[in-house]
């Protein structure tokens, strides 16, 4: 059984930064492509960013690309997301995922609770 359980979220001001964690059981990270999605109030889930399993190639969304790095470290079994200079529209529940695919969700297989990130002055 799959377990993803997401942190690090909060409350910040825009500009500001914050970095989400991704915690995997067993060696998850290690062998599957992960991903960050997000999903506003009201809005449908939409794509942040992915990492392939072997962590030579990822992948952003043109609304977060030059903001938001994603990483993974296999001997702790995480995927990071730091996200800088955020702005009010980044405001959304952040879910970590695990598959096969690189932006679309349908190809993830595995999804975390979510954490939530809110961007306000």
């Known amino acids: 059984q799959v377990h993803l359980v997401e942190s690090g979220g909060g409350l910040v001001q825009p500009g500001g930064s914050l970095r989400l964690s991704c915690a995997a059981s067993?060696?998850?990270?290690?062998?599957?492509?992960m991903g960050w999605f997000r999903q506003a109030p009201g809005k449908e889930r939409e794509f942040v960013a992915a990492?392939?399993?072997?962590?030579?190639?990822?992948y952003y969304s043109d609304s977060v690309k030059g903001r938001f790095t994603i990483s993974k470290d296999n001997t702790q079994n995480t995927v990071f997301l730091q996200m800088n200079s955020l702005k009010l529209e980044d405001t959304a529940l952040y879910l970590c995922?695990?598959?096969?695919?690189?932006?679309?969700?349908?190809?993830?297989?595995?999804w975390g609770q979510g954490t939530q990130v809110t961007i306000s002055s």
């Open positions: 990492i392939s399993w072997s962590g030579i190639s990822t």
């Open positions: 067993g060696r998850v990270v290690s062998s599957y492509s």
């Open positions: 995922a695990a598959g096969y695919g690189y932006s679309d969700a349908v190809d993830y297989h595995y």
